[in-house]
């Protein structure tokens, strides 16, 4: 199993950048995909940036394409979620998530790790 832990988040005012980092622990996973999903209140959760941690390929939502950006660290086992020009529409719980099961998805089903979660708050 894989043990994920996030941390990064926090207040920041509408143009303002934040790094989310996401820490796995437990298991190999060079061969996993690794993602981000966001839910704000009242609302499902959504896909926001996957990332190949053997290939390195990427995707992102259409909402935050061209403003986040995910990466991965292998040394430091480590994946994050670079986020600029961040707007109120940003604001939300977001997770980090592995999938044992492929190598790169977008799909929330098909990944079986998950985080705790790590809430960011945009304010106008």
């Known amino acids: 199993q894989v043990q994920l832990v996030e941390s990064g988040g926090g207040l920041v005012q509408a143009g303002g950048s934040l790094r989310l980092s996401c820490a796995a622990s437990?298991?190999?996973?060079?061969?996993?995909?690794m993602g981000w999903f966001r839910q704000a209140p009242g609302k499902e959760r959504e896909f926001v940036a996957a990332i190949s941690w053997s290939t390195g390929n990427t995707r992102y939502a259409d909402s935050v394409k061209g403003r986040f950006t995910i990466s991965r660290d292998n040394a430091k086992n480590t994946v994050y979620l670079q986020m600029n020009s961040l707007k109120p529409e940003d604001t939300a719980v977001y997770y980090c998530?592995?999938?044992?099961?492929?190598?790169?998805?977008?799909?929330?089903?098909?990944?079986?790790?998950w985080g705790q979660g790590t809430q960011v708050t945009v304010s106008s």
């Open positions: 437990g298991r190999t996973f060079s061969t996993y995909a």
């Open positions: 998530a592995a999938s044992s099961r492929v190598g790169f998805t977008i799909t929330q089903g098909l990944y079986n790790y």
